[in-house]
């Protein structure tokens, strides 16, 4: 298990920029693919992005495509998501995790660790 803590997150108008950045505890960081996911009011926890291991390989949901950047420090222990041009439907809680699953997983239960979550609001 690993232990990730999120930060960044916050208000912020539509067309607006924030990074999150989600630091994990331990020296096996670079062990781990790590996700982002998000859960707006009412709805479902969903997939977000990922990242292997090495950096050299993502994914993303077609809804942020162009518009979010995953990226990781494998040296700083830390994986991050530059978000752009946010929308109001971006307006969720945003958590990372740490799956030792595949290259790319996307799914909820590729993932054994989580952090607490951050919040993100974009005010239209």
């Known amino acids: 298990q690993v232990q990730l803590v999120e930060s960044g997150g916050g208000l912020v108008q539509a067309g607006g920029s924030l990074r999150l950045s989600c630091t994990a505890s331990?020296?096996?960081?670079?062990?781990?693919?790590m996700g982002w996911f998000r859960q707006a009011p009412g709805k479902e926890r969903e997939f977000v992005a990922t990242?292997?291991?090495?950096?050299?390989?993502?994914y993303y949901t077609d809804s942020v495509k162009g518009r979010f950047t995953i990226s990781r420090d494998n040296a700083k222990n830390t994986v991050y998501l530059q978000m752009d041009s946010l929308k109001p439907e971006d307006t969720a809680v945003y958590y990372c995790?740490?799956?030792?699953?595949?290259?790319?997983?996307?799914?909820?239960?590729?993932?054994?660790?989580w952090g607490q979550g951050t919040q993100v609001i974009v005010s239209s």
């Open positions: 331990g020296r096996t960081f670079g062990y781990y693919n």
């Open positions: 990242l292997s291991r090495s950096g050299s390989r993502w």
């Open positions: 995790a740490a799956s030792s699953l595949g290259v790319t997983p996307s799914r909820d239960s590729d993932f054994h660790s």
